[in-house]
């Protein structure tokens, strides 16, 4: 198996092939030797998935104008890393005069192109007034 580089897979660690078709079914480590018997054999990758994989998670706290995108929004951005394809629930931040949204749960792309946004609400009081 020596163009073993023509099977990444992002997000993935190749860590061996397994032989299909036998009933001695064997693995073989990337880069290992086969030699070609008479009859015809299959190879399957076998691949291990990397704990190391970023993702992004940003708390984006709503502007006085009631928006989410204006140059003044606060935003505070955590890079973060875990298994590629499993599901994470990041945790959210307490911002005081803000209503701290529910966790959410958010699957980690293998590319490291996940971005979990979570939106702080200003909380809003009425007061009254009265005079005397």
Excluded: Q
């Amino acid at each position: 198996m020596s163009n073993y580089e023509e099977f990444k897979k992002a997000g993935y660690t190749l860590t061996g092939w397994k032989s299909v078709g036998y009933t001695d079914e064997k693995i073989y480590l990337p880069g290992e030797k086969y030699v070609m018997g008479e009859l015809p054999l299959y190879f399957k990758a076998i691949y291990e998935a990397n704990d190391d994989t970023p993702y992004v998670v940003n708390h984006i706290r709503e502007d006085v104008d009631g928006s989410f995108t204006s140059k003044e929004c606060e935003t505070e951005t955590e890079k973060l890393t875990g298994t590629t394809d499993t599901k994470v629930k990041p945790e959210v931040k307490a911002y005081k005069g803000y209503t701290s949204p529910e966790k959410r749960d958010v699957t980690i792309s293998g590319d490291g192109s996940t971005v979990l946004n979570y939106h702080y609400y200003r909380n809003k009081h009425n007061i009254k007034f009265e005079l005397d």
